[in-house]
């Protein structure tokens, strides 16, 4: 059999004879496909996202008068608490290792992951987790209240007196869900090590890649802290024991430093990917090789190696020594760097470019807006002198969901429109999409926006009743929380309608560079009747015009 470059990359001259997923019956499987398992992960936490936001529509609903009138304040306490574990646990880690899930094994070659009967396992237990979850609903006392960081001695409390509360159950699904994730980590880290493509040395994988790579290093260093904390917490509740219990000599400051060693980093496992799905997008609305490619992989690596010492800069109000907050400043700010870099690159990037403002570019340069706004705020928290100022107001949960919902959310979106034609064989309507923009990114400043003056003039935050000076910023933030709300509605009559009935998308609608788009949409089930060989840098390196090329063609 001959091969026949095409792109940097040598590719059999025969075409698959193996064909796509195709019966929905597959998604509902033990699957141990890849691609299955990577939209299972996204379907279902989808799913988990519109429940993460319905709870946040009460709770916007809520704060629309000073007094606490609409639910109880346990309910709202249980809502609150649900609302930020089901869009962490349940949204974004889950959605992100479906997308990677799906996409690196495409990018680098490989057909499948190092062990898929594993990656299936890993998958099958986020259901579980989000079982656990909603269930905690229906026990005594309701679902946990203690905030998605559940710190004691406040999550210690058992007022029903019963051994299952929604407490332990609430720490038992974080557990699973830890060891989910470290599976997850340890199978991704594997397959970017041992099986990329011949030729695919680390400097021509994609950044992508890169960045899956470097969030899940994180995941396998950190993530046992928390969910070893988590067990432990679970154990004083029903074993009696007394590692965080203060009125059995237990010192409950302990679990926060397990709690941030992990769920600071977590903010990058988060958003690396994110920055990887932005540095796969911009190159090809923009029509120009990425800027600084070497630079950018790099800093992925800097940030992950970084984020292991910045945990304590959200502890400067626990009693933390003055030397250590100055420690814990410094290398918080210097996270900005290797941050900074990529947001260089970026912008080199499209500078100049011939922009293409398709639906995934617009999700992506609003990302990027937002997360530049995000980054501002997130060096003054840095600042010891700002955070206790701010500390527990409303200032850090703007920055935050500036963060987690200008930037992760939008990046996700932007990822969905960008590879929805390579996942289903189906185009998108543009005109749904661009409507969907719209109503997210307004609704997302209009909802976010005003935390940052209500932060500043000192409401607190995690509180169902307030004064009434603040009740203007709270309408405003309401009103584009509902608004957000709303914009998921195009956004799932577009995605089920072009599903079921689009336009059929040619192998490669974008001329994107990428080992991904060079098989058909969908791709087969064993990707490659070959395993492609790689013969040139990624992303046009060195040109000064992408060029792809459509194996159908």
Same mark, same amino acid.
Request: hydrophobic share 50%; aromatic share 16%; glycine share 10%.
């Given at each position: 059999?001959?091969?026949?470059?095409?792109?940097?990359?040598?590719l059999p001259?025969?075409?698959?004879?193996?064909e796509?997923?195709?019966?929905?019956?597959?998604?509902?499987?033990?699957?141990?496909?890849?691609?299955?398992?990577?939209?299972?992960?996204?379907?279902?936490?989808?799913?988990?996202?519109?429940?993460?936001?319905?709870?946040?529509?009460?709770?916007?609903?809520?704060?629309?008068?000073?007094?606490?009138d609409?639910?109880?304040?346990?309910?709202?306490?249980?809502?609150?608490?649900?609302?930020?574990?089901?869009?962490?646990?349940?949204?974004?880690?889950?959605?992100?290792?479906?997308?990677?899930?799906?996409?690196?094994?495409?990018?680098?070659?490989?057909?499948?992951?190092?062990?898929?009967?594993?990656?299936?396992?890993?998958?099958?237990?986020?259901?579980?987790?989000?079982?656990?979850?909603?269930?905690?609903?229906?026990?005594?006392?309701?679902?946990?209240?203690?905030?998605?960081?559940?710190?004691?001695?406040?999550?210690?409390?058992?007022?029903?007196?019963?051994?299952?509360?929604?407490?332990?159950?609430?720490?038992?699904?974080?557990?699973?869900?830890?060891?989910?994730?470290?599976?997850?980590?340890?199978?991704?880290?594997?397959?970017?090590?041992?099986?990329?493509?011949?030729?695919?040395?680390?400097?021509?994988?994609?950044?992508?890649?890169?960045?899956?790579?470097?969030a899940?290093?994180?995941?396998?260093?950190?993530?046992?802290?928390?969910?070893?904390?988590?067990?432990?917490?679970?154990?004083?509740?029903?074993?009696?024991?007394?590692?965080?219990?203060?009125?059995?000599?237990?010192?409950?400051?302990?679990?926060?430093?397990?709690?941030?060693?992990?769920?600071?980093p977590?903010?990058?496992?988060?958003?690396?990917?994110?920055?990887?799905?932005?540095s796969?997008?911009?190159?090809?609305?923009?029509?120009?090789?990425?800027?600084?490619?070497?630079?950018?992989?790099?800093?992925?690596?800097?940030?992950?190696?970084?984020?292991?010492?910045?945990w304590?800069?959200?502890?400067?109000?626990?009693?933390?020594?003055?030397?250590?907050?100055?420690?814990?400043?410094?290398?918080?700010?210097?996270?900005?760097?290797?941050?900074?870099?990529?947001?260089?690159?970026?912008?080199?990037?499209?500078?100049?470019?011939?922009?293409?403002?398709?639906?995934?570019?617009?999700?992506?340069?609003?990302?990027?807006?937002?997360?530049?706004?995000?980054?501002?705020?997130?060096?003054?928290?840095?600042?010891?002198?700002v955070?206790?100022?701010?500390?527990?107001?409303?200032?850090?949960?703007?920055?935050?969901?500036?963060?987690?919902?200008?930037?992760?959310?939008?990046?996700?979106?932007?990822?969905?429109?960008?590879?929805?034609?390579?996942?289903?064989?189906?185009?998108?309507?543009?005109?749904?999409?661009?409507?969907?923009?719209?109503?997210?990114?307004?609704?997302?400043?209009?909802?976010?926006? $005003?935390?940052? *003056?209500?932060?500043?003039? =000192?409401?607190?935050?995690? &509180?169902? @009743?307030?004064? %009434?000076?603040?009740? +203007?910023?709270?309408?405003?933030?309401?009103?584009?929380?509902?608004?957000?709300?709303?914009?998921?509605?195009?956004?799932?009559?577009n995605?089920?309608?072009s599903?079921?009935?689009?336009?059929?998308? $040619?192998?490669? *609608?974008?001329?994107?560079? =990428?080992?991904?788009?060079? &098989?058909? @949409?969908?791709? %087969?089930?064993?990707? +490659?009747?070959?395993?492609?060989?790689?013969?040139?840098?990624?992303?046009?390196?060195?040109?000064?015009?992408?060029?792809?090329?459509?194996?159908?063609?």
């Amino acid at each position: 059999m001959t091969n026949v470059p095409i792109e940097g990359i040598l590719l059999p001259d025969e075409k698959h004879n193996h064909e796509s997923p195709s019966n929905w019956k597959e998604y509902f499987s033990f699957s141990t496909d890849h691609k299955v398992i990577g939209i299972q992960y996204l379907v279902t936490s989808f799913f988990f996202f519109l429940v993460g936001g319905i709870f946040a529509m009460v709770m916007r609903g809520e704060l629309m008068t000073p007094e606490s009138d609409l639910v109880d304040r346990t309910i709202y306490n249980g809502m609150f608490t649900m609302h930020g574990t089901v869009m962490l646990f349940l949204w974004t880690f889950p959605s992100l290792v479906g997308f990677a899930n799906y996409l690196v094994p495409l990018m680098i070659g490989a057909r499948d992951m190092a062990f898929p009967r594993l990656n299936a396992v890993a998958f099958w237990m986020v259901p579980v987790v989000g079982i656990l979850m909603m269930g905690s609903f229906f026990v005594p006392g309701g679902p946990a209240q203690a905030g998605w960081w559940s710190y004691p001695p406040v999550s210690l409390q058992n007022p029903t007196g019963n051994l299952i509360n929604g407490q332990v159950i609430w720490l038992l699904a974080v557990a699973i869900s830890g060891v989910s994730s470290i599976m997850g980590a340890v199978n991704f880290v594997t397959t970017i090590v041992k099986m990329r493509a011949p030729g695919m040395g680390f400097f021509k994988m994609p950044l992508f890649v890169w960045a899956v790579f470097s969030a899940q290093i994180i995941q396998l260093f950190g993530l046992p802290a928390l969910t070893a904390g988590a067990v432990m917490l679970l154990l004083d509740l029903t074993a009696g024991t007394a590692f965080f219990d203060p009125a059995k000599g237990g010192n409950p400051v302990m679990f926060e430093h397990y709690f941030w060693f992990y769920s600071h980093p977590a903010v990058y496992v988060i958003i690396l990917p994110i920055f990887g799905i932005f540095s796969e997008i911009f190159p090809v609305y923009s029509r120009k090789p990425l800027f600084g490619y070497k630079v950018v992989a790099v800093s992925s690596i800097l940030i992950a190696a970084v984020s292991g010492i910045v945990w304590v800069h959200h502890m400067y109000v626990s009693g933390t020594p003055g030397w250590m907050r100055l420690i814990f400043m410094l290398t918080t700010m210097f996270v900005s760097v290797p941050t900074g870099i990529k947001v260089f690159a970026w912008v080199a990037t499209i500078w100049g470019g011939k922009l293409r403002l398709n639906t995934p570019m617009l999700f992506a340069l609003g990302g990027l807006i937002m997360f530049v706004f995000a980054g501002i705020t997130g060096i003054m928290l840095s600042s010891v002198p700002v955070d206790v100022h701010v500390n527990n107001t409303y200032f850090v949960v703007g920055h935050f969901h500036y963060v987690l919902y200008g930037t992760v959310t939008m990046g996700l979106f932007a990822a969905i429109y960008h590879w929805f034609p390579k996942m289903t064989g189906r185009m998108y309507s543009e005109s749904w999409g661009k409507i969907h923009f719209w109503l997210a990114f307004i609704g997302t400043n209009l909802n976010f926006l $005003p935390m940052h *003056p209500l932060g500043l003039q =000192g409401m607190l935050r995690r &509180v169902a @009743s307030y004064a %009434p000076e603040y009740q +203007f910023w709270n309408i405003i933030a309401s009103l584009g929380g509902f608004l957000l709300g709303m914009s998921t509605l195009p956004f799932i009559f577009n995605m089920v309608i072009s599903w079921m009935q689009g336009e059929k998308a $040619p192998n490669n *609608p974008w001329r994107a560079i =990428g080992l991904e788009w060079m &098989v058909s @949409s969908p791709p %087969p089930v064993e990707n +490659f009747e070959e395993i492609p060989i790689i013969i040139s840098e990624p992303y046009g390196y060195g040109k000064s015009e992408p060029l792809t090329a459509n194996l159908s063609e």
